[in-house]
């Protein structure tokens, strides 16, 4: 009996010991995954940023272009207005036109300043948001 307790306690040893270096291999196996999806999410992250660095840039190519646009109307407008008055004198009615057509660029200038704004800003919480998403989906991978 003693012979029979002693031959299943071994067994018994054997298989914790067979367990232990698979535990140990499921570790380095682990351990090596989440190495990878770091390195894979700090990849993915420099992208993210990379690509929301050429998307602020374009829109800021696209608001200084548009700015000198209106900037070009408005000295075609003020050089209309000064060759009107060198030839004719001065028009009130010319004059308040301008005016609106200044007031009208101004505001369209803002309104497209405050969709750029707000676009930039939705382009960045999405690809924060993305970037959350990715960071818990690799933390969870982990865990």
């Not at 698979?22 to 999410?41: K, T």
């Amino acid at each position: 009996e003693a012979h029979d307790r002693a031959t299943a306690l071994q067994g018994i040893v054997e298989e914790q010991s067979l367990n232990q270096g698979r535990s140990s291999a499921l570790e380095a196996r682990l351990d090596e995954q989440a190495a990878s999806l770091e390195s894979a999410l700090r990849l993915l992250k420099q992208e993210a940023e990379e690509h929301a660095e050429t998307q602020l840039r374009a829109i800021t190519d696209v608001k200084a272009s548009l700015c000198q646009e209106a900037h070009d109307r408005a000295t075609a407008l003020q050089g209309i207005v000064e060759e009107q008055s060198l030839n004719q004198g001065r028009s009130s009615a010319l004059e308040a036109r301008l005016d609106e057509q200044a007031a009208s660029l101004e505001s369209a200038l803002r309104l497209l300043k405050q969709e750029a704004e707000e676009h930039a800003e939705t382009q960045l919480r999405a690809i924060t948001d993305v970037k959350a998403s990715l960071c818990q989906e690799a933390h969870d991978r982990a865990t």
